[in-house]
């Protein structure tokens, strides 16, 4: 009876032959094509008209980085749910670092990201690419906003995203102590910002807080230092075309003016991260903090108190100005094509747009947006709403769109600072640049 | 003969006619028979493996052979062009290693110096020893992201526990700026590395001191031994299982330091603390899928190649067992 039995059974052989034959079918499998899986529509933009009615219903996934905001939101999109009683809004939220990084593979698979965000650059490039916006033109949620400011959420002549936020990646500055010395208003020139610094050094304070310990937040500062010097306002994508080099004049005059600025900043200014320089400022122990606008509401939160304004350094004479500042259009909202629930992302991007909620948004969060009619009540919004009409350019560090090269050009302002010559600093960063570009 | 109450599991041998009568060859090979279905209990972990670890370092090998950005359905074979320009044209993937050799040496051999004294110090069961022990082993239960952060902060040039150690007992000369030295930042992370884990090495030596048996040290004193003899003669040789194992996974860790680098550095991590992980997460993020699955290869070779050599070094240090 046992043999009987034995005979129905798997013999060694046999189970070993499975084995094979399932590593046989793994082979393959583990082989196919890279791009093979995933949703969103390759190759470029949506591919299928999205549907601009439909019932607004089920979950709604909306994925972006700002844990800050997760509360404003939530309020607003409770005040969404009643509206749509058969819909709800769920936050995918993720660190900055990490959206950057992950963000594309994430959306893509259509699990989460029925409305979601890119950073302008080189993100909003790779997501384009990838298919993953749907393309907006002609709804009529495009029109809520200011046709000046949402460029940026173009491709090729179509609207795939909607650049919600409107920072400025400039200096923030403590008027109370700007005006202890003797300004008023934003320094017109490079000698003025420079005797601005020497005055503020002279109170026996920093002029500038800069946190050249993280390459990220550093950066913030290239902008403004090359937004005048450079001979073209594309001096970043020629960088990474070859066209432009960081041995030109005009970036080793950038690279010597960040040598000027060595006495100013704090001591070891290149290992001091956000944090630290946001607390040197909040205490009111820096005139300037050298990062950006969206930095405002982490300085309330330490307990700033002084009244904030704005002071970018000009780095030319006034006669030779093209701009007085820094602005960037950023967290560009776009419905999922891999989306199950276009219509109720588009309804939600729709809701968002609204002159009533996106003012609720931007005094919550203590951000400038691109939606038009916007009322800005904060405090901090309304003193720094002057620079809306400024002439100022969109942040040419993410004209970037290779990491690595955008990270050599702005280590190499940090390595001047951190006392290389600004030759040194240049042939460093071109050489790594060169590498990229031959690659 | 077999009754039918035996179990499913039992030899083919025990239920063969024969058994208890076969000898020889034969009979010695049947005895190690299982049965066929025990073959399908590693099934799952198989497939575990299988599904998490052969096949996606199968497609690593796939991918490294292309330029995929990680997206496009297009891609171009480039044969072993990824692995040319690694290690022929990247100064940055170069830059890269030759921190993350700096970093591990240091933590290599600081770390387990540290730890096997430690060891040494708290091998006996005394409630001291237990306390100290705990607390030595306690920043291993952190999250690397919270002690890069703490770190980060102790730092701070500005606001910092180090430098305003340093200032109150009157050795400014000392402060420094730590991770924006670039010179030195890679020695700060190593430092934090081995505060990280020093403890959690410590409780292996601990385990690797309290099987030496005894008798070997009254046997070496009876003749007359010293400590620092004992140690070469005894304890180093019979804790050679011990540290390899130490000295193993703490080069692998070095390799893998990519949060700590991360948390303490920021993303991207400034070429001074760029280390080999750090740089291929850099190479994702970089949409270069192809080329960072290239490095990613390398990577596990290197640290292959690291820890048998290790292992080589360790067998003859510690040829006498």
Redesign the interface.
């Known amino acids: 009876?046992?043999q009987k039995s034995h005979g129905t059974?798997?013999?060694?052989r046999?189970?070993?032959q499975m084995?094979a034959a399932?590593?046989l079918v793994?082979?393959p499998?583990?082989?196919a094509?890279?791009?093979?899986g995933?949703g969103?529509d390759?190759?470029g933009g949506g591919g299928e008209a999205l549907p601009t009615d439909g019932p607004v219903e089920g979950e709604i996934s909306f994925a972006h980085w700002r844990a800050e905001d997760q509360a404003v939101l939530e309020k607003m999109f409770a005040r969404f749910s009643e509206e749509y009683p058969d819909a709800s809004v769920s936050q995918d939220i993720s660190p900055s670092?990490d959206y950057?990084?992950n963000a594309?593979?994430r959306i893509?698979s259509g699990n989460v990201g029925d409305l979601f965000v890119a950073f302008r650059g080189?993100q909003f490039v790779?997501m384009v690419?990838?298919g993953l916006y749907a393309d907006l033109s002609g709804t009529d949620v495009v029109e809520r906003y200011d046709p000046a400011l949402i460029d940026v959420g173009q491709s090729d002549g179509t609207q795939y995203g909607l650049p919600y936020q409107l920072v400025f990646n400039q200096p923030v500055s403590n008027l109370d102590i700007l005006e202890s010395v003797g300004v008023t208003e934003p320094p017109p020139d490079w000698d003025s910002f420079l005797a601005m610094c020497e005055d503020v050094v002279a109170a026996g304070l920093v002029p500038m807080a800069w946190p050249?310990?993280?390459?990220?937040?550093a950066g913030h500062l290239f902008n403004c230092m090359v937004m005048n010097n450079a001979p073209s306002d594309d001096m970043c994508a020629k960088i990474e075309s070859g066209e432009y080099a960081c041995t030109d004049d005009w970036f080793l005059t950038t690279l010597a003016q960040y040598a000027e600025l060595r006495p100013y900043f704090?001591?070891?200014?290149?290992?001091?991260?956000?944090?630290?320089a946001q607390?040197?400022f909040a205490q009111g122990d820096a005139a300037l903090l050298v990062t950006g606008s969206f930095h405002i509401t982490a300085v309330r939160e330490l307990g700033a108190q002084f009244p904030v304004g704005m002071a970018p350094p000009v780095t030319v004479s006034a006669d030779e100005r093209k701009y007085v500042g820094i602005r960037n259009a950023t967290f560009i909202l776009g419905v999922n094509t891999a989306s199950d629930n276009q219509a109720g992302a588009l309804e939600l991007l729709r809701f968002l747009s609204e002159t009533e909620a996106a003012s609720t948004y931007a005094n919550g969060t203590v951000q400038h947006l691109t939606v038009a009619d916007v009322t800005y009540d904060n405090e901090d919004l309304a003193a720094t709403s002057d620079w809306l009409s400024k002439e100022t350019l969109l942040a040419p560090r993410f004209q970037f769109t290779?990491?690595?090269i955008r990270?050599a050009a702005e280590?190499a302002c940090?390595?001047v600072v951190?006392g290389d010559s600004p030759e040194q600093a240049a042939e460093k960063a071109q050489?790594?640049i060169d590498?990229r570009i031959?690659? | 003969m077999?009754t039918?109450t035996?179990p499913e599991w039992s030899t083919e041998s025990a239920?063969s006619p024969g058994h208890g009568r076969t000898s020889g060859r034969r009979g010695r090979r049947r005895a190690g028979r299982v049965h066929?279905?025990l073959?399908?209990f590693p099934l799952p972990a198989?497939a575990i493996y299988?599904v998490f670890f052969?096949?996606?370092t199968?497609?690593a090998v796939?991918?490294s052979g292309?330029n995929?950005?990680?997206?496009?359905?297009?891609?171009d074979n480039v044969g072993l062009g990824n692995f040319e320009?690694i290690l022929t044209?990247?100064?940055?993937f170069m830059n890269a290693l030759t921190n993350n050799l700096k970093f591990m040496l240091v933590v290599v051999v600081f770390q387990t110096i540290f730890a096997l004294g430690l060891a040494i110090f708290l091998v006996k069961n005394t409630t001291a020893s237990t306390l100290l022990r705990g607390l030595f082993f306690f920043p291993t239960v952190l999250s690397s992201v919270s002690v890069a952060y703490t770190w980060?902060?102790i730092?701070?040039?500005?606001?910092?526990l180090a430098n305003r150690v340093l200032e109150f007992v009157g050795l400014e000369q000392f402060t420094?700026?730590?991770?924006?030295?670039?010179t030195a930042a890679i020695y700060w992370v190593a430092i934090t590395q081995i505060w990280f884990h020093a403890g959690q090495m410590m409780v292996i030596f601990i385990a690797g001191l309290q099987s030496v048996p005894a008798e070997l040290y009254e046997v070496a004193e009876i003749d007359g031994a010293g400590k620092w003899k004992q140690f070469t003669a005894i304890t180093w040789p019979m804790i050679a299982p011990a540290t390899a194992i130490v000295v193993a996974y703490t080069t692998i860790q070095s390799f893998k330091a990519f949060d700590l680098i991360?948390g303490l550095?920021?993303?991207?991590?400034?070429?001074s603390m760029d280390i080999l992980s750090t740089r291929i997460?850099?190479g994702?993020?970089?949409?270069e899928?192809?080329y960072a699955a290239a490095e990613s290869l390398i990577f596990m070779a290197f640290i292959a190649a690291v820890v048998l050599a290790q292992r080589r070094i360790l067998k003859f240090t510690q040829k006498d067992v």
């Open positions: 009876m046992n059974m798997y013999t060694r046999r189970i070993l084995f399932s590593g793994a082979v499998a583990a082989c094509g890279p791009g093979s995933g969103g390759q190759g670092n950057q990084s594309l593979q893509r080189a790779d690419d990838a050249g310990g993280e390459i990220g937040n704090q001591p070891n200014a290149t290992g001091t991260a956000v944090e630290p607390q040197l290779d990491l690595d990270n280590q940090i390595d951190g050489g790594i590498q031959g690659s | 077999p039918t035996e239920r066929p279905a073959y399908l198989l299988v052969a096949m996606p199968l497609q796939q991918y292309t995929w950005d990680g997206f496009s359905a297009d891609y320009r044209g990247d100064d940055l980060k902060f730092y701070d040039p500005n606001f910092g420094s700026s730590y991770l924006g030295n670039d991360l550095s920021g993303n991207p991590p400034r070429y997460y850099t994702f993020a970089n949409s899928f192809g």
